[in-house]
């Protein structure tokens, strides 16, 4: 069993920036891979980005990518998400998830763990 918390979202001016937390507890952290997923009102969960259990190999959707970095602090049990250049579309709430595949996953099938997300509005 793994516990995800999610925190950093809020109301941010398109162009903004914004940095994502999720600090993960109850397992080795380093043993999961970790992604970020976003739901609009409306709107079916949708794949962010994706980290592996090593850092060095990620994955973006196409819409963040250039924008959104994800990284992660194996030593703090933590996952970031830093967003840059910020849109309206990007208004969701945000999702930390987790599962112990080898696999960079980009399907909300492929992640086990979820935490309850976190709001981030941006106003044009």
């Known amino acids: 069993q793994v516990q995800l918390v999610e925190s950093g979202g809020g109301l941010v001016q398109a162009g903004g920036s914004l940095r994502l937390s999720c600090v993960a507890s109850?397992?080795?952290?380093?043993?999961?891979?970790m992604a970020w997923f976003r739901q609009a009102p409306g709107k079916e969960r949708e794949f962010v980005a994706a980290?592996?259990?090593?850092?060095?190999?990620?994955r973006y959707a196409d819409s963040v990518k250039g924008r959104f970095v994800i990284s992660r602090d194996n030593a703090k049990n933590t996952l970031y998400l830093q967003m840059n250049s910020l849109k309206p579309d990007d208004t969701a709430v945000y999702y930390c998830?987790?599962?112990?595949?080898?696999?960079?996953?980009?399907?909300?099938?492929?992640?086990?763990?979820w935490g309850q997300g976190t709001q981030v509005t941006v106003s044009s």
């Open positions: 980290t592996a259990r090593s850092e060095s190999n990620t």
């Open positions: 998830a987790a599962d112990r595949s080898y696999r960079l996953g980009y399907r909300v099938y492929e992640y086990l763990y």
């Open positions: 109850g397992r080795t952290f380093s043993n999961f891979a």
